[in-house]
Nanobody, 114 residues
Framework: QVQLVESGGGLVQARASLRLSCVVSGSICINVMGWYRQAPGKQRELVADITSSGSTKYADSVKGRFTISRDNAKNTVYLQMNSLKVDDTSVYYC?????????WGQGTQVTVSA
């Protein structure tokens, strides 16, 4: 059984930093690991993802502020979030994909106050 457990969310002030982590358990061959977010009343959107070879992709809104990384030995993906803005407030979801399936985490709340 595959499980994704996110951690690191919380309440911070604008311009602060947070680091999200997502640990994947279960015997799967992970291809892409990524972070999505969904704010109330909005669609879920890609924040950043990273392939098994280390290629990364970022949403324009977070480029230069967020950094995604992964530790393949630990089946863990990280999202370092710097210079947080109020607009970054969302539930952040971890997602991993194999060549067959995609799996979601339960989400972690990030709230940025002015």
């Amino acid at each position: 059984q595959v499980q994704l457990v996110e951690s690191g969310g919380g309440l911070v002030q604008a311009r602060a930093s947070l680091r999200l982590s997502c640990v994947v358990s279960g015997s799967i061959c992970i291809n892409v690991m990524g972070w999505y977010r969904q704010a109330p009343g909005k669609q879920r959107e890609l924040v950043a993802d990273i392939t098994s070879s280390g290629s990364t992709k970022y949403a324009d809104s977070v480029k230069g502020r967020f950094t995604i990384s992964r530790d393949n030995a630990k089946n863990t993906v990280y999202l370092q979030m710097n210079s947080l803005k109020v607009d970054d407030t969302s539930v952040y979801y971890c997602r991993v994909t194999t060549i067959y399936y995609g799996y979601w985490g339960q989400g972690t709340q990030v709230t940025v106050s002015a």
